[in-house]
């Protein structure tokens, strides 16, 4: 079963970064789109960003867009999303996915969702004064 494991949350105030990290021990992160999800507190999970198995398309939330970053970096086998500006709204546990995407440049289209296949367990950001 192919695993992933998120890194680098943490608890940080409004306006301020986290990078968190996305990586695989034991299949290719290269073959696969990989999304970025995060879930709040009595909300419903949402994907914010998602990033082209190439990374030739980046997609993002409008909550997030202008904010936040989705890089790869395929030699080191890792998925980067780089956060800036934080709000407490961005509270969350966020989690990353991979998938084979049938159409990557829409990857955050819900009607895409059921192809992310393998998940992480999450790593909590906490956005507070």
């Known amino acids: 079963q192919k695993q992933l494991v998120e890194s680098g949350g943490g608890l940080v105030q409004p306006g301020e970064s986290l990078r968190l990290s996305c990586a695989a021990s034991e299949f290719r992160l290269d073959w696969y789109t990989i999304g970025w999800f995060r879930q709040a507190p009595g909300k419903e999970r949402e994907g914010i960003s998602c990033i082209s198995s190439s990374g030739r398309y980046t997609n993002y939330a409008d909550s997030v867009k202008g904010r936040f970053n989705i890089s790869r970096d395929n030699a080191k086998n890792t998925v980067t999303l780089q956060m800036n500006t934080l709000k407490p709204e961005d509270t969350a546990v966020y989690y990353c996915?991979?998938?084979?995407?049938?159409?990557?440049?829409?990857?955050?289209?819900?009607?895409?969702?059921?192809?992310?296949?393998?998940w992480g367990q999450g790593t909590q950001v906490t956005v507070s004064s």
């Open positions: 996915t991979a998938g084979i995407i049938t159409l990557q440049e829409f990857c955050l289209d819900e009607g895409f969702r059921n192809e992310y296949t393998a």
